[in-house]
């Protein structure tokens, strides 16, 4: 059963406090008001999931909570209570979005059966959710992998899935951490559950804890509203931590207390809600080294890092780049809608088998589906592949192969020059991101968004 958070909104204290303890046996979290205008300052402050609201109240009734919150964009689950029947009032609460409609006096197993049929329903919601973000995600399903290195990871995958212990996903940028996490998920007794992902480094300083734990309304400026936070999102599933050291060390701190306590705190709320979320971290720094220079507590490490899985870079899977390739070739095709079947010239093909792929399946990836937007016919050709592979092809001298210059618009010319630094400088410094930021003398989300512009591109 899921867990909610309720609030109860009834006049009659007796009844309200009876409920609520009810409620909060059931597995719930609770809290109760005695009057409309209670209730519509705790909705706009807090995130609840479910409001139990009494139709008759002392100031203004329970249609008008509804109907006002609703109109503050407030997407909790209404279900009326009302001691005086009328159909009319019935079908006004539903035509505002009420859930559902029970008279008094009820029985309180009638509004905790009730719950359980809301929290099916918001889980439905969440399925469908999830599902729409698996049709969408690019991880490479459907590819078995011939290299030891990653059957040993798969067999890995298959212990630590049927725990709920926390994973540490360690490798060099691209080689498909969050491919890892995911399957981790899918495999795991969460499965049904959301699994929540997030970069760590692409969110602002300032908006990390409340993107993390949530905020009531007008907990800062232009907080409008009340906001859930990803911890809440992953609830009975999986939040994955891309990019884990990103995290200053502020959020650091409670970022730790959430996992020993499993509760959290709502940015400018007093309120504590317990989650059951499993957490998944990933980086591709040298975690181990920030411990030992101050910039990652030791703490945190070890309660992240139960179980350490260290993915190997492409170019120590050579047997697995051939299919690789065709994998890519036939995805990337049906990604972009190309009807086509691809193919490669033995020259194309002889390049890409001997290119360094520093930027791994990530790399591959985006240099397939660059080549088919760019192909001039479905056999792929030396001078279909992007300007950055045939550069390094024609300074292969095991290849003798001989590049003819290609044109282009200035601008794609132009971006494809600054990736090319950017990822030069990247790799210079070991994969830490925030350190070739610095040495590039730009911003740490100016870098990601210029390599996720080329990574779309």
Same mark, same amino acid.
């Given at each position: 059963?899921?867990?909610? @958070?309720?609030?109860? !909104?009834?006049?009659?204290? $007796?009844?309200?406090? !009876?409920?609520?303890?009810?409620?909060?046996?059931?597995?719930?979290? #609770?809290?109760? !008001?005695?009057?409309?205008?209670? $209730?519509?300052?705790?909705? @706009? @402050?807090?995130?609840?999931?479910?409001? #139990?609201?009494?139709?008759?109240?002392?100031?203004?009734?329970?249609?008008?909570?509804?109907?006002?919150?609703?109109?503050?964009?407030?997407?909790? !689950?209404?279900?009326?209570?009302? $001691?005086?029947?009328?159909?009319?009032?019935?079908?006004?609460?539903?035509?505002?979005? $009420?859930?559902?409609?029970?008279?008094k006096p009820m029985r309180n197993e009638d509004v905790i059966h009730r719950l359980v049929q809301i929290g099916d329903l918001l889980g439905l919601r969440e399925e469908n959710l999830r599902l729409k973000q698996m049709i969408k995600s690019q991880t490479p399903r459907g590819f078995v992998s011939s290299a030891s290195s990653m059957m040993q990871i798969e067999r890995m995958i298959e212990k630590v899935a049927r725990t709920s212990g926390t994973v540490l996903i360690t490798g060099e940028s691209g080689t498909g951490k969050t491919f890892i996490a995911r399957r981790i998920h899918e495999m795991s007794g969460r499965s049904e559950r959301s699994f929540v992902s997030v970069n760590c480094g692409a969110i602002p300083d300032n908006l990390m804890e409340s993107e993390f734990f949530g905020h009531a309304k007008g907990a800062f400026t232009g907080a409008e509203r009340a906001k859930k936070g990803l911890f809440l999102e992953a609830d009975g599933g999986t939040l994955f931590l891309d990019e884990i050291s990103e995290l200053p060390l502020g959020l650091q701190v409670k970022l730790l207390h959430a996992l020993d306590e499993k509760e959290i705190r709502a940015v400018g709320t007093e309120i504590s809600r317990k989650v059951d979320v499993r957490i998944l971290a990933a980086t591709n720094r040298n975690i181990e080294s920030m411990v030992e220079d101050g910039t990652f507590r030791e703490d945190l490490y070890y309660r992240l890092n139960v179980l350490n899985l260290v993915l190997p870079p492409l170019r120590e899977r050579q047997e697995d780049l051939p299919d690789l390739i065709r994998y890519f070739l036939n995805r990337e095709a049906e990604r972009l809608e190309l009807e086509q079947a691809f193919t490669l010239s033995v020259e194309a093909e002889r390049i890409l088998l001997h290119h360094d792929w520093m930027g791994n399946l990530r790399e591959l990836q985006n240099t397939i589906a660059r080549t088919l937007i760019l192909a001039e016919d479905t056999e792929i050709q030396v001078n279909d592949l992007p300007p950055k592979t045939l550069h390094q092809a024609a300074a292969d001298e095991r290849l003798g192969i001989t590049i003819s210059s290609t044109d282009g618009p200035l601008k794609e010319r132009v971006r494809q020059f600054e990736v090319d630094v950017i990822q030069q400088v990247i790799d210079e410094v070991s994969g830490d991101r925030q350190e070739a930021a610095k040495k590039l003398g730009i911003g740490l989300s100016t870098l990601y968004r210029k390599l996720e512009e080329d990574e779309q591109g």
């Amino acid at each position: 059963m899921a867990n909610l @958070n309720v609030l109860v !909104v009834d006049d009659e204290t $007796a009844i309200r406090q !009876v409920l609520a303890s009810q409620i909060k046996k059931a597995g719930h979290q #609770v809290s109760h !008001v005695g009057d409309g205008h209670s $209730a519509l300052e705790r909705l @706009n @402050n807090e995130q609840f999931d479910v409001c #139990v609201c009494d139709i008759r109240l002392p100031d203004i009734d329970g249609i008008e909570v509804l109907r006002q919150a609703r109109k503050s964009g407030i997407e909790t !689950v209404f279900l009326m209570l009302t $001691a005086f029947a009328s159909v009319n009032t019935a079908i006004t609460a539903m035509k505002l979005g $009420a859930h559902d409609y029970l008279m008094k006096p009820m029985r309180n197993e009638d509004v905790i059966h009730r719950l359980v049929q809301i929290g099916d329903l918001l889980g439905l919601r969440e399925e469908n959710l999830r599902l729409k973000q698996m049709i969408k995600s690019q991880t490479p399903r459907g590819f078995v992998s011939s290299a030891s290195s990653m059957m040993q990871i798969e067999r890995m995958i298959e212990k630590v899935a049927r725990t709920s212990g926390t994973v540490l996903i360690t490798g060099e940028s691209g080689t498909g951490k969050t491919f890892i996490a995911r399957r981790i998920h899918e495999m795991s007794g969460r499965s049904e559950r959301s699994f929540v992902s997030v970069n760590c480094g692409a969110i602002p300083d300032n908006l990390m804890e409340s993107e993390f734990f949530g905020h009531a309304k007008g907990a800062f400026t232009g907080a409008e509203r009340a906001k859930k936070g990803l911890f809440l999102e992953a609830d009975g599933g999986t939040l994955f931590l891309d990019e884990i050291s990103e995290l200053p060390l502020g959020l650091q701190v409670k970022l730790l207390h959430a996992l020993d306590e499993k509760e959290i705190r709502a940015v400018g709320t007093e309120i504590s809600r317990k989650v059951d979320v499993r957490i998944l971290a990933a980086t591709n720094r040298n975690i181990e080294s920030m411990v030992e220079d101050g910039t990652f507590r030791e703490d945190l490490y070890y309660r992240l890092n139960v179980l350490n899985l260290v993915l190997p870079p492409l170019r120590e899977r050579q047997e697995d780049l051939p299919d690789l390739i065709r994998y890519f070739l036939n995805r990337e095709a049906e990604r972009l809608e190309l009807e086509q079947a691809f193919t490669l010239s033995v020259e194309a093909e002889r390049i890409l088998l001997h290119h360094d792929w520093m930027g791994n399946l990530r790399e591959l990836q985006n240099t397939i589906a660059r080549t088919l937007i760019l192909a001039e016919d479905t056999e792929i050709q030396v001078n279909d592949l992007p300007p950055k592979t045939l550069h390094q092809a024609a300074a292969d001298e095991r290849l003798g192969i001989t590049i003819s210059s290609t044109d282009g618009p200035l601008k794609e010319r132009v971006r494809q020059f600054e990736v090319d630094v950017i990822q030069q400088v990247i790799d210079e410094v070991s994969g830490d991101r925030q350190e070739a930021a610095k040495k590039l003398g730009i911003g740490l989300s100016t870098l990601y968004r210029k390599l996720e512009e080329d990574e779309q591109g």
